[in-house]
């Protein structure tokens, strides 16, 4: 679509500031952000739309555009709600650099001006099939009422007679056709998304197609705002995409949409018009994220007065400020739990806070709850490389071993572990640490600081995606996170490797032997039972490991020293 279209339209509200002899270039497609660089995620011929939010002063609209002009953009539209007009130094950097400029009236939202677009480029490759994108952005955008992605998928059944799903990149199911039978399994959303997020970090090209059993599924991208879009067929795909950090920012918070067909069949006017609904389900997504925007700053606030050691009644009264968000309906002052999250890369990049903030809410919401999401009732803010989620806790029971219920470190991983470490493999890691529920303000400090320690001994464990809770922090894991890397190899070597060595020339198995031998409790019989060996042979391995170390095995050092040498290890 041409540029001059645009104006032609009165419900967009557009109103040309500048460019009018340039109203002749060719739009492939819409933007919209708020960051002060977005040119990565550009690919060129967008209509860029923003609300100001990067504008601090009159300097920033020069550099601000000419990124735009070197990422070879369409036009500009600024909305005007932000600053009741658009300031005379963002219209005199476009007319400088000749970028078309268009405000856009506050009634409008970028939403309608987006899925505009997107019918209209999408029209002019698919033909009939645009009526069907038309009824989507009418259901999309009539409130509530009409049912978001719930009722695009609903349509895509009726109108082109595919089942398609939208799910999350831990592979809960966000949405899904209406009586669909049978429905997908807990099983095939994580496997679904373990290959989304799999396919995503080698940058192959979406559609992704992946057989589960008899069943094609084809896989595309949701992307939120600000991210770079799905890249059609035949397309440039946007700088960064397909690797590096951008990559990195993206590939744990996208939404993912299921469609149960083998794209690779389909005509380039029936892809087109996938991606113009992925576009569409996007709005709904960006909605979603909108709306924890006020959990998150009650969060901030509070984690801020926790790590500054404000006085218990100023962080009570911010925590009464936040119960009646967090926990509608409910009068009475909860419970609460700590969560603290990393997400770290193999290189070394720490700029991973919001990487982990979007991840922790997404992990914080029960896939099988039912309701409003349990993500409604959580804040998560993030510090540095790191989340930190308050989880209100309303009513904290006891469980029959005397501990208290809440969020358990291991549960919260059980669902969202394949998916994750499919995302993450080769490059990066998760790890996760939980606190103890406390009462009041007074407990949230030490709380804080329990998650923390809880999350280092997570990261002490082998694996992808790691968890620790409280219950762990009185054992002595909580002190081998904190052993020195290099006093950590001197020990492990001093006493194992005479017996790896051992065990490499002769085949002996003395270290499977002596791990057996400690988890038995020093037992002859049973570590004889559990290696099905006569207790002699048990007697003489064991005399050989006593030889090599020079350790006693009958005394309870010796036995402590050979456990922590294996666990470090």
Not at 201 to 219: D, F, I, K, Q, W
Request: aromatic share 4%.
């Amino acid at each position: 679509m041409r540029l001059r279209a645009l104006l032609d339209t009165d419900a967009l509200g557009l109103k040309l500031l500048g460019g009018g002899d340039e109203l002749d270039r060719t739009v492939r497609g819409v933007m919209t952000t708020d960051l002060r660089d977005p040119s990565r995620y550009l690919s060129g011929g967008e209509l860029v739309l923003t609300g100001l939010a990067w504008r601090r002063d009159a300097a920033d609209s020069e550099p601000f555009v000419r990124l735009l002009v070197q990422a070879q953009v369409a036009a500009l539209a600024a909305g005007e709600a932000e600053l009741g007009e658009v300031p005379e130094d963002l219209v005199v950097a476009c007319a400088r650099h000749r970028l078309p400029l268009f405000a856009v009236h506050e009634s409008v939202a970028f939403a309608t001006i987006t899925e505009h677009v997107v019918r209209q480029v999408s029209g002019e490759r698919a033909g009939d099939l645009a009526a069907v994108v038309d009824r989507h952005r009418r259901m999309m955008t009539s409130g509530p009422a009409g049912g978001g992605p719930d009722v695009v998928l609903d349509l895509l059944g009726s109108d082109l007679d595919l089942r398609a799903w939208v799910l999350s990149p831990t592979g809960r199911q966000v949405a899904g056709p209406k009586d669909a039978e049978p429905a997908l399994s807990a099983e095939v959303c994580a496997e679904l998304a373990a290959e989304h997020l799999a396919a995503t970090r080698t940058g192959r090209r979406a559609p992704h197609r992946v057989a589960v059993g008899s069943t094609t599924y084809s896989l595309f991208p949701v992307r939120g705002r600000g991210q770079p879009p799905v890249t059609p067929p035949g397309a440039r795909a946007p700088q960064g995409a397909g690797g590096g950090r951008d990559l990195r920012e993206t590939v744990l918070s996208d939404w993912l949409l299921v469609v149960e067909a083998d794209a690779g069949d389909w005509a380039e006017e029936r892809l087109d018009l996938l991606y113009g609904v992925t576009q569409l389900i996007a709005v709904e997504r960006d909605r979603r994220d909108a709306a924890r925007t006020v959990r998150r700053r009650l969060a901030q606030e509070v984690l801020e007065l926790v790590q500054t050691g404000a006085a218990p009644a100023e962080i009570a009264a911010r925590l009464r400020v936040a119960a009646p968000v967090l926990l509608p309906g409910l009068g009475a002052a909860p419970h609460w739990q700590v969560v603290v999250a990393r997400v770290e890369w193999e290189d070394g990049d720490e700029q991973t806070g919001r990487v982990a903030q979007t991840l922790l809410e997404e992990i914080l919401v029960d896939p099988h709850a039912t309701g409003p999401e349990q993500s409604d009732r959580i804040a998560v803010a993030h510090t540095g490389g790191e989340a930190v989620a308050l989880v209100p806790l309303p009513a904290v029971s006891t469980e029959h071993d005397g501990s208290e219920a809440g969020v358990l470190a291991e549960a919260l991983l059980a669902s969202v572990r394949e998916p994750l470490s499919a995302g993450l493999d080769g490059d990066g890691r998760v790890t996760l640490g939980v606190s103890a529920a406390v009462h009041s303000a007074e407990g949230l400090r030490g709380a804080l600081e329990e998650a923390r320690h809880a999350r280092r001994v997570a990261a002490a464990r082998p694996g992808r995606v790691c968890a620790a809770g409280h219950q762990e922090l009185a054992s002595h894991v909580l002190l081998l996170p904190f052993v020195p890397d290099d006093v950590r190899r001197a020990f492990t070597a001093r006493l194992l490797d005479p017996l790896r060595d051992y065990d490499r020339r002769h085949r002996a198995e003395l270290i499977p032997t002596l791990e057996a031998f400690l988890d038995s409790d020093g037992s002859w019989t049973r570590c004889a039972n559990r290696l099905h060996l006569h207790v002699n042979t048990l007697r003489y391995r064991v005399g050989r490991i006593e030889q090599l170390t020079g350790r006693d095995l009958s005394r309870l050092e010796d036995k402590l020293d050979f456990f922590l040498a294996l666990r470090m290890s």
